[in-house]
């Protein structure tokens, strides 16, 4: 079964959330980049994978049709480890973070859905899991810096049956208001997404931990300093999660071995694929650091974290990006219900992307 052809389908989906649009790197967040690729393979089946391209989309798109197709073409479509291997060696030159392998993450997953659809199964069978199983799923509030929006957020998400929060907030305020809404019983974890140096978020750490964390995650810049989210752990005891912007299974050994989190959030759009996701939590397990994936995406991406997850012996809690796109690839399966996540049951990820949606929300 070779690879007849790889597609890079590039979308842009607008939404909405309870706060004001926030500044990101590159301007306003107001649209969801999403990056499908699409593999078609010369016994007519289909996969379909996601590379993570949240404001890097037309660069991601051009390293999947420029960078990956052309290696790819011709090559058995079975040999999804020999494959992802062998791109990451032709590519190191050009980096083990980044664009670089979010392009191989996208290619990677779609190499799986072609394997369980070939197999007839879910994809968390190929892992030993059961489509059975319900996940835990948690609300992953907007950056909203605002009180009033985070209590709302946080009040309406209980209402739909979440029993996990988390924030995307920095000061007191934010996170005591959310405390507040949600009571004493419900867990709450905070992600900072880097901006401290280690003797700040040290302060904040303590700070912060008034509102008995469940985590605090990614409190130090730059995300790779093992060595102080180590120390800021043994020094403050507060739970430290991180994982989303390490790539490669190298990086979180790495992590592991440094003592430097209790959650690790390896993204599988981002690490690279399902591939070194695996590796990853084979790591972790071995140490007993729990996975908690990375999972703030709509498309085949979040399909593929729900069929890790129900892969894995204890598989933590599902993240769920609490926004609210204008249009979705899939229905079903992106809510939870009564606070858990279904896994799909159908071969594969589970159901094609909506055609629709492609359609409108193609940029090209």
């Not at 392009?103 to 059961?130: E, N, T, V």
Request: aromatic share 10%; proline share 7%; charged share 20%.
């Amino acid at each position: 079964m070779k690879i007849a052809a790889v597609e890079a389908i590039p979308l842009r989906i607008p939404f909405s959330h309870s706060g004001e649009t926030k500044a990101f790197a590159t301007g306003k967040w107001a649209v969801l980049d999403t990056c499908l690729v699409k593999v078609t393979t010369d016994t007519g089946l289909v996969g379909w994978g996601d590379a993570f391209a949240y404001h890097c989309l037309d660069a991601v798109t051009a390293a999947v049709e420029h960078m990956i197709a052309p290696v790819v073409i011709g090559e058995d479509a079975r040999d999804i480890a020999g494959l992802n291997h062998r791109l990451q060696q032709k590519m190191h030159l050009f980096g083990r973070h980044g664009i670089t392998i979010f392009a191989i993450s996208g290619l990677d997953l779609a190499l799986w859905d072609i394997a369980a659809k070939a197999a007839g199964m879910p994809l968390c069978q190929l892992f030993g899991g059961s489509p059975t199983v319900k996940l835990p799923a948690y609300s992953s509030l907007f950056i909203l810096r605002d009180q009033e929006a985070v209590v709302k957020d946080v009040k309406q998400s209980l209402e739909e049956g979440y029993r996990y929060i988390k924030l995307h907030e920095i000061a007191a305020e934010e996170v005591g208001a959310a405390r507040e809404a949600a009571g004493d019983d419900i867990p709450i974890m905070v992600d900072t997404n880097c901006p401290w140096t280690p003797d700040q978020a040290r302060r904040m750490a303590v700070e912060l931990d008034e509102f008995d964390l469940h985590w605090l995650e990614e409190p130090i810049f730059p995300p790779e300093d093992f060595a102080s989210l180590a120390h800021l752990r043994r020094e403050t005891g507060v739970p430290i999660a991180a994982g989303e912007n390490w790539c490669t299974a190298m990086m979180f050994g790495q992590a592991v071995q440094a003592g430097a989190v209790d959650y690790a959030q390896p993204s599988v759009t981002k690490v690279g694929g399902i591939t070194e996701f695996r590796k990853t939590a084979a790591i972790c397990e071995a140490a007993g650091v729990q996975v908690m994936p990375h999972s703030p995406y709509f498309g085949p991406g979040f399909l593929a974290t729900l069929h890790l997850a129900a892969g894995l012996a204890n598989p933590g809690l599902v993240e769920r990006f609490y926004i609210r796109p204008e249009a979705m690839l899939y229905q079903r399966w992106l809510d939870p219900v009564d606070g858990f996540f279904a896994v799909p049951d159908m071969p594969g990820l589970g159901p094609e992307p909506d055609a629709d949606v492609i359609r409108e929300y193609r940029v090209r």
